[in-house]
């Protein structure tokens, strides 16, 4: 006999699917269960794509009735699919009532697939070039809505994590859709955390990066936390130009985030900062501004990735030309700082840096571009 029910069975379930290693450990043990468990259900959860609690045959049979009374392994859906001619993907992940969504794109070159995943349901920062910023700021996503974007993409991409040994289809992720993850940083890490967990995708530090616009507290508390490795939209080589599009460096101005970036990198040989700088025409583009970045970054072991600005509609700002675009890297590159530009990826589908809106509807007029993380030298 089923007794009447206002709310679906499954809201007093634990979820298990965005809990890390240790969190699993301390569910089975709160049921009795050996810490073991935890290690056969992350793989099955992250390793094999299981859902299921039946399909998970080393479990016995008596352990998977009571997790299914008790569990439920639900991770969000996707909303929409996108897929470039040139293998970029978009997808557009539920995560919100109705149309609410977080954006996630999948970029495969040919030495790598790098996920740009999102931490933020909007952005807070107001940076004058992105149209996230346009959203304003909902709310920070949970570290199951982060792990959940790179879940659903090998789902997606019909692929098994399991599967693959050293080469993976998904290597590198970037922490570089919507939101500022420093500001989110708790859930952030335990989602990054899965994805390093050798049980799950086991991604090596060097291959997640996070992206900051710039919140030095922030970049000093990664440091405790985290051996990621760390990504820093400067997009400006002083506090004059840099104070215009970008507010939150009225707080954090940029002699103190590159104070936080050498304190970041210090005492461990093998690491560098990688400066974002978007190419804005006539803003901050000039021959000068290269020669003022360059003092400014002298002494840190630095890369620097050159943007185009990707437009979009009701912006003031245009991209750089090109021959200024080259001019700036010729310049940078000739002091010994490693440059590149950002190749231009996935031009017929709705996705780019600094534009995604996680919109369902609404996004017909959008014309715009992505540029590839991983960039090519000009
Ligand atoms: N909040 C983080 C991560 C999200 S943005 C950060 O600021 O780093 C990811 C990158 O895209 C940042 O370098 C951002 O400055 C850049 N970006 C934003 N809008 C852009 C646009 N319209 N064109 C090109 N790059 C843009």
Known sequence: MTSPRTVPETTSKRNL?????PQLGQFFADLGEKPFRASQVIQWIHRHGVT????????????????KETACITPPKVLTRQHSQDGTRKWLIQVGPE??????????????????VSSQVGCALDCQF???????????????EIIAQLWLAWKELGLNVADFHGKKAISNIVLMGMGEPLLNLDN???AVSIMQDD????LAKKRITLSTAGHVPGIYRLREL????????LHAPNDQIRNQIMPINRKYPVEELLDACQAFISGQKQRHVTFEYVMLDGINDSDECAHELVKRLSGMASKVNLIPF??????RFKCSPEHRIQSFQRILMSRNIMTMTRRTRGDDIDAACGQLVGKHTGRRNHRHVRTAPEATVL
């Not at 299921?52 to 009571?66: A, Q, S, Y």
Request: net charge positive.
């Open 310 to 315: 990707n437009p979009f509609p009701g912006t």
């Open 226 to 233: 985290s051996d990621i490795s760390l990504a820093v939209s």
């Open 17 to 21: 699917f965005g809990l890390s290693r």
């Open 99 to 116: 149309n609410q969504g977080i954006e996630t794109v999948y970029i495969p070159t040919k030495n790598r697939g790098t996920l740009c």
């Open 188 to 190: 952030v890490i335990s």
């Open 199 to 202: 049980l799950a995708y086991g």
């Open 52 to 67: 299921r609690f039946d399909d998970m045959t080393n479990l016995g049979k008596g352990l998977r009735e009571r997790l």
């Open 130 to 144: 992105c149209s996230t910023a346009q959203l304003g700021f909902s709310r920070n996503l949970g570290s199951d």
